[in-house]
């Protein structure tokens, strides 16, 4: 991946700029002390071509040199950035992909809080009577809904084709639920019509609440097999419950 000067971000130049400052300074110093040095070593005093090449040297030569490598170092870092992004990222919903997903939710365990499994209702038939473009479209609006009801730090991952997965840090049953539902409302509410026929989009989401440490996999099973429970109730609703309430669900499975 190609990264131009022109897209680094303003700070990164007053970086690159501070450091190449500060190097000219201590470059310089350098250079002045061992000028002095050699001179005394002839037993002559530091004159004016032996002052002027001490100065000019770091910033004619060190300068120039040390802005181009650390301008070089910040596009590199930046473009291993952008590709840690990309690896990171779903294309079509800019969420987090299965793999990011659960392993940035798996490493944040420690501290109780839910996960949600979010469901699209009918969505083999959007894309059967609408086309997969639309389907995808359908997709990109629901992502969309979920990101803007979800709290400013929860995660937010595409987990399956139509499911998509929401990791809620610190967050007790009476949250959950709330999130859950502005999720479900939400998306309800989209003004999905392509080709001018409003097609009414709904999720199903089930989900799991965890005091204290609990593994990944035991985590989105609850989940799972809650959004397995209100698929068979009907759909478009929702279904949370506490991991350590139902733990005769878990010896079940």
């Not at 007053?14 to 000028?35: G, H, K, M």
């Not at 004159?47 to 004619?60: E, I």
């Not at 929860?154 to 639920?177: C, K, M, N, P, S």
């Amino acid at each position: 991946m190609n990264v131009s000067l022109r897209d680094l971000p303003g700070s990164v130049w007053a970086r690159v700029l501070a450091l190449t400052a500060a190097f000219l300074v201590v470059s310089t110093l350098a250079s002045l002390a061992l000028s002095e040095i050699i001179m005394r070593l002839f037993d002559r005093d530091l004159n004016g071509p032996a002052l002027v090449a001490a100065l000019a040297l770091p910033l004619l030569l060190g300068g120039p040199l040390s802005l181009m490598h650390l301008l070089r170092l910040s596009q590199l870092r930046l473009a291993n950035q952008q590709l840690e992004v990309l690896a990171s990222t779903d294309s079509l919903t800019c969420c987090l992909n299965r793999r990011a997903f659960n392993g940035l939710v798996g490493a944040r365990l420690d501290a109780g809080g839910a996960l949600l499994v979010i469901d699209a209702d009918h969505f083999k038939g959007i894309n059967d009577h609408c086309g997969h473009d639309r389907g995808d479209e359908a997709l990109q609006l629901m992502a969309d809904a979920i990101r803007a009801n979800v709290r400013e730090n929860d995660i937010v991952g595409r987990i399956g084709g139509e499911e998509f997965g929401v990791y809620l840090q610190r967050a007790g049953l009476a949250t959950a639920r709330s999130v859950a539902e502005r999720v479900r409302s939400a998306i309800r509410s989209i003004d999905f019509a392509p080709d001018g026929e409003r097609i009414p989009l709904s999720v199903s989401i089930g989900g799991a609440v965890y005091d204290g440490r609990i593994g990944f996999t035991q985590l989105f099973r609850t989940a799972d097999q809650r959004l397995y429970q209100v698929k068979q109730a009907g759909r478009n609703r929702i279904d949370i419950i506490k991991v350590e309430d139902h733990a005769d669900i878990e010896r079940a499975a």
